[in-house]
């Protein structure tokens, strides 16, 4: 097929390089890995000279601090994404990783084996390290790359992708593995949901608005990362020091992140001796909450909540407070609220803690730890592609395995039926 | 949540149903198994008696007397379909199983084991074997099932999910779990394709048409089974022996399934050698062939081919052939024509039967056997939840398994970042 369209183009190509990807030794995909983290290093003066364009248009259409510091790529952030793309050179390979595989009566050997999906893409927003990220963990994985990252960022999209290419070309591998279609605007965004055919799974990344567009509009197979309504339930028996530890830990050490807790539920006997150190140790770490009538009487300093301050990922040092009378009454709480990425419990009492394991149905469920334990480095996945939120083909924490599909491989010595 | 609108009241029952079975016992959900059996047989008059208006609505309807067979149930299907049933409470139940684990250098220790999805949608068409089918996978995997099998099978289909809630009931179990949406028409299936929240996947089971707009109208993740334009390759090396009897296996044995073949691509030599013999077997066998001019020239009897030909989902006595240059030539043709479910090569070459295995971008790539293996039952699984024909969550035959999700157990002892 040779399109004349230059979008479908784009696309058949980066299909046709990802073919002969899937098939090359894992020391080749390293070697095109090496090249790139190489020319990140060679070619800081022409990204950090694109990258300023796009941050000069950025300040023009006042696009805010916060993403413009998002968006900018300096020496030593380059210098870190290089470090990264060979951090991706050190794991292993997970394509031709056998999972199952067995011998029929009849004599026949199948065996399951990891295989490339084929192209990913990828919707992101004004986040060119990004770009670097998902290029080369796709390419780990023998996957090709089509990249939508937003015209905020297209500059410095076009020059990374672009740099990409030829590294991958300098080791005698097909560049065109890897495309970006920024310059395809919304309208390539709409496409590249639609694409089934060239793309064979597609990875939202950004806001929940974002994310919530691409499931509602692709036809394309999503894996959804997710937005983190994450609860933490001090039970009756909680220990007081493991909580205050583990609440103030779960908002406080980095409270932009999906794994950072919104909410926390105390059961009323907790909620009794600790809530008012709990609220303190929270306030002192200059976190704003909000309380429901029961927490409010406990406690001093905590604003009205209202019922979307249940709903709500604040991803900053704000935080509902409510007091429960039951363990099935924070049950039903989080069953109502939670986003499904990440719950945890604070308990000395067993049968609570396999209940709450049992009954919660989230990606990851806690026992006594921190929820910034949800995340792939930490699980020792090695890679950060992102959190699933979803059911199919992943959940949690997604490393390079969940960047690949599967099939059979059948020998048999001319057996039918 | 309780819900004025009848059909979300519906999904709604289902899914608090599905959470309390997500945690019972596996001896629970086999006794729910057993009671269904019971019931089925038991109820035979009552629900041959439903059948009945089904099988004359459909005649005064004039579906045509396939459908008609495929509507009906009378004592023998009935007492199969029982013995089914007890087939899958034969199965290794999937919940609880635990796929990884490690303890982390904080002595943090993760766990991710298999859960039921929640709830599973399926949409068919005038099967209502497929009712009980669909139940019994879903319970026995901890999922509850909200089922939509059509207007031409409503009456059965609604006899069945009664028997089945009552019999879920008389054990214990909270019968909600299997719901019927028959009811609500066309409209009933295209809400049922857009309840996200209420409905964790959705299986479509049945014509390329029903999949494909179940797939484009779908943001509830969708498990696509499959149509199969299916190959059988005979490379230059074949056994000629071996060739016929795969070739009309893999043709013959059951030409209305999805695993069986469509296309024969025959390599220049091979043709030489064995195209006459290999026509005439099919034609034996009552196959239609129709060639390009390559097999026509070696071979009697062939229609001229189209490019419809190619592409073609025949699922009857109808067969394309094809003779190629080179493997080459073989592997193009099936990358423009495959679905992507089962190919085989027939080959006594090492580094042709390796380079097709590992090029052939199919759920199931087979040298040497018959494209019949192609199943749940002969690949060892049991039970025959469909072939799935994406690369998301499942590939090839899906066994109970590939009803369930993932989630990540930790268990801490206070740990914070």
């Not at 670097?132 to 939508?148: F, P």
């Not at 806001?207 to 509602?216: D, E, M, R």
């Not at 105390?266 to 704003?288: C, K, W």
């Not at 699933?388 to 048999?412: C, D, I």
Request: glycine fraction near 10%; charged fraction near 25%.
């Amino acid at each position: 097929m040779s399109h004349a369209d230059p979008f479908l183009a784009k696309l058949e190509r980066a299909r046709v390089a990802a073919q002969s990807l899937a098939t090359v030794t894992t020391a080749q995909k390293n070697a095109g890995l090496e090249a790139i983290a190489r020319a990140l290093e060679s070619s800081i003066p022409e990204i950090v000279t694109e990258n300023a364009k796009d941050l000069a248009l950025g300040a023009e259409n006042g696009i805010g601090d916060g993403l413009l510091d998002r968006l900018k790529l300096d020496e030593a952030r380059l210098r870190g994404l290089a470090e990264a793309v060979r951090a991706v050179i050190a794991l292993p390979d997970p394509v031709g990783e056998v999972l199952r595989g067995s011998t029929l009566a009849n004599g026949i050997k199948i065996n399951q084996v990891r295989v490339p999906f084929g192209v990913v893409g990828a919707i992101y927003e004004a986040r060119p390290n990004v770009t670097i990220d998902i290029a080369a963990l796709a390419l780990k994985s023998g996957n090709g790359a089509v990249l939508r990252g937003g015209s905020a960022a297209e500059n410095s999209n076009r020059v990374l992708v672009a740099l990409i290419q030829r590294a991958l070309h300098s080791v005698g591998l097909n560049g065109e593995a890897v495309q970006t279609i920024d310059e395809f605007g919304r309208e390539g965004a709409s496409r590249l949901m639609r694409a089934r055919g060239y793309i064979d799974v597609l990875i939202p990344r950004g806001s929940a608005g974002l994310i919530s567009t691409v499931v509602q509009e692709s036809t394309v197979p999503v894996i959804e990362t997710g937005s983190g309504v994450v609860h933490v339930f001090v039970d009756a028996s909680a220990d007081e020091e493991m909580a205050v530890g583990i609440v103030t830990n779960a908002k406080t050490h980095r409270p932009s992140v999906c794994n950072a807790a919104e909410t926390l539920l105390v059961h009323r006997d907790a909620a009794e001796r600790m809530l008012p150190r709990l609220a303190r140790a929270l306030q002192d770490g200059g976190v704003e909450l909000s309380g429901d009538e029961g927490a409010r009487e406990r406690a001093e300093g905590l604003l009205p909540a209202t019922d979307e301050t249940w709903s709500t990922e604040h991803l900053a040092l704000a935080m509902g407070v409510r007091v429960v009378d039951s363990l099935d009454e924070a049950l039903a709480h989080i069953a109502r609220y939670s986003t499904k990425h990440t719950e945890a419990i604070v308990t000395q009492d067993y049968a609570n803690s396999e209940r709450f394991l049992a009954e919660v149905d989230s990606a990851v469920v806690m026992v006594n730890a921190s929820t910034r334990f949800t995340d792939g480095g930490e699980f020792g996945f090695g890679a950060e592609v992102g959190i699933s939120t979803q059911k199919l083909h992943a959940r949690g924490p997604m490393g390079l395995a969940e960047l690949t599909s599967t099939k059979w491989l059948v020998r048999g010595g001319g057996q039918i039926r």
